[in-house]
Nanobody
Framework: QVQLVESGGGTVQPGGSLRVSCVAS????????MAWFRQAPGKEREFVTA????????YYSDSVKGRFTISRNDARDTAYLQMSNLQPEDTAVYYC????????????????WGQGTQVTVSS
């Protein structure tokens, strides 16, 4: 069983930046592909970005490409989502996910989920 704990959410003005983190335990982090999804009120959970277990391959949704960056630090069992040029439409609960297969764009491809962290973009 893997537990994922997100942190770093908050409120930021349009055009601002924020970094959210996801710490995994126990320490089998290197076995998993990691991903971030988000869910806005009244909407379905949507794919944001993913990174392979070895960090060599990343995927981004068109809506965040060029603005968001996913990374991982295996020594710290942590995945990061660096968000820049945030816009009001980025407002959502952001969820971290871990999966034992290659990264996929669908929630069903992941085995473990964090509790989510709220990101609000508002002036």
């Amino acid at each position: 069983q893997v537990q994922l704990v997100e942190s770093g959410g908050g409120t930021v003005q349009p055009g601002g930046s924020l970094r959210v983190s996801c710490v995994a335990s126990p320490s089998t982090f290197t076995m998993y592909a990691m991903a971030w999804f988000r869910q806005a009120p009244g909407k379905e959970r949507e794919f944001v970005t993913a990174i392979s277990w070895d960090g060599d391959t990343t995927y981004y949704s068109d809506s965040v490409k060029g603005r968001f960056t996913i990374s991982r630090n295996d020594a710290r069992d942590t995945a990061y989502l660096q968000m820049s040029n945030l816009q009001p439409e980025d407002t959502a609960v952001y969820y971290c996910a871990a999966g034992q297969t290659a990264p996929t764009l669908v929630p069903g491809g992941y085995d473990y989920w964090g509790q989510g962290t709220q990101v609000t973009v508002s002036s």
